[in-house]
């Protein structure tokens, strides 16, 4: 906490640093994602037109039905797979998690004695408090995804408060 006359701020902080994740998937195993999910931005980076796979690796999204294309792995046991699936378990998919939150943090006000004794109130502080503003990761394929919840965004919130004795 810091203090500087009437004001204190305080902050809290998690960070993890060393790992890897997954990223969170965007194809289901028959393409594009399904009508219920959101689709990302990195789909505009697709494989559109031949010569596209020089500078992207984010596989086309077919039109029909891409179940068709099932690939047999050679694999001790049968094992059937759409490239979608094979690209969602590949290394493209994985990233370094390291990253640094913000919690949360408070600005406090303590207004002066001298101007609460004229209006017959003994103590009066206000607070500003936000949880979750900010989140700082360093590899950029999590594209706005969070590392530490696996890609669903950390509720952000803010509070106002008044504290009052009389």
Same mark, same amino acid.
């Given at each position: 906490? $810091?203090?500087y006359?009437n004001?204190?701020?305080s902050?809290?902080f998690?960070?993890?640093?060393g790992?890897?994740k997954r ?30 796979e =020089? #500078? ?14 099932? $690939? ?7 094992? %059937?797979?759409?490239?979608?699936? =094979? ?9 370094d ?8 943090i ?13 209006v #017959? %109130? ?5 607070? =500003? ?6 989140? =700082? ?26 504290n009052?004795?009389?």
């Amino acid at each position: 906490m $810091l203090r500087y006359k009437n004001i204190s701020v305080s902050a809290q902080f998690a960070m993890a640093f060393g790992n890897q994740k997954r990223l969170p998937v965007f194809y289901n195993p028959s393409g594009a994602p399904t009508p219920e999910q959101n689709a990302p931005r990195i789909l505009n980076d697709r494989w559109k037109q031949p010569g596209d796979e =020089l #500078h992207t690796n984010v596989p086309a999204v077919p039109p029909g039905n891409p179940r068709r294309i099932e $690939l047999t792995m050679p694999t001790p046991n049968l094992f %059937i797979a759409t490239p979608y699936q =094979l690209y969602n378990q590949s290394d493209y998919m994985v990233a370094d998690a390291d990253f640094i939150r913000c919690r949360q943090i408070a600005v406090n006000y303590e207004f002066t004695q001298a101007l609460l004794k004229k209006v #017959h %109130i003994k103590r009066l502080s206000t607070s =500003l408090s936000m949880t979750n503003p900010f989140l =700082l990761t360093f590899d950029d394929a999590w594209r706005g995804y969070d590392p530490e919840t696996n890609g669903w965004p950390a509720r952000r919130t803010a509070s106002l408060s008044f504290n009052m004795t009389f």
